[in-house]
């Protein structure tokens, strides 16, 4: 049972243009996503999150709008570097109780900026 | 300051192995969190400390899988009888306290053949 989902395995932009990473949860529990970013061989980076009381939160580059009704959230990178390039990773987590820690992450999409 | 670390980076074992992986969690920080990543997937979540104490276990697969956090800083995660669906990427992150920014670690490559 995926409870986050990226059904977007890869995606290939233009040095400059708009990225546009897309993520699908189920678990009405969830009140936070977050957004991680991993390189080969090292372990994912945080990279901005959002709290469900908020539908949109922006940092430099970077914006993650939320749309709870559809349970679904996007990550806007704009204008995109080919530094960008790397996997990213939707990440979930419930509002409370013992799995408050934990995290539920979607599968990943592998994003490529080309010059 | 440093970041978490885990070792070994790389574990080859034999089928029915026992193998022990660490993790030095960020110094200060009382969460810690083991996640295990298999080839095309997402980080999967095992388990989480609270301290010396795991506060949610359900992520373990069975009871093959053990961890431990003894003096509530360095964690092991120990694997008995392996097999080879156990291969993955295993992740180590740790935070200030439950619930902040889970810092992750390069994680250790298990290979069971």
């Known amino acids: 049972d995926q409870q986050v989902k990226q059904n977007s395995p890869s995606l290939s932009v233009q040095e400059g243009r708009i990225s546009i990473l897309n993520c699908d949860y189920t678990n009405s529990m969830f009140d936070y996503f977050l957004w991680y970013k991993k390189y080969p061989a090292e372990g994912p980076t945080f990279l901005i999150s959002?709290?469900?009381?908020?539908d949109k939160n922006e940092d430099g580059r970077f914006t993650v709008f939320l749309n709870k009704s559809a349970k679904h959230l996007s990550l806007h990178i704009v204008p995109s570097q080919p530094g960008d390039s790397a996997v990213y990773f939707c990440a979930a987590r419930n509002a409370g109780g013992t799995s408050y820690g934990k995290l539920t992450f979607g599968q990943g999409t592998i994003l490529t900026v080309h010059p | 300051g440093a970041g978490v670390s885990q070792t070994p980076s790389n574990k080859v074992t034999e089928k029915g192995k026992y193998v022990e992986l660490r993790c030095d969690p960020i110094s200060g920080h009382t969460a810690l969190y083991w996640y295990r990543q298999s080839l095309g997937q997402g980080p999967e979540f095992l388990i989480y400390f609270q301290g010396t104490g795991a506060a949610d276990d359900s992520g373990l697969p069975n009871d093959r899988f053990f961890a431990v956090r003894p003096e509530g800083s360095v964690s092991t995660l120990k694997i008995q009888r392996t097999e080879r669906g156990d291969s993955a990427v295993y992740l180590c992150a740790s935070s200030l306290t439950v619930g902040d920014e889970q810092f992750f670690g390069p994680g250790t490559r298990l290979t069971v053949l």
């Open positions: 959002i709290s469900s009381i908020k």
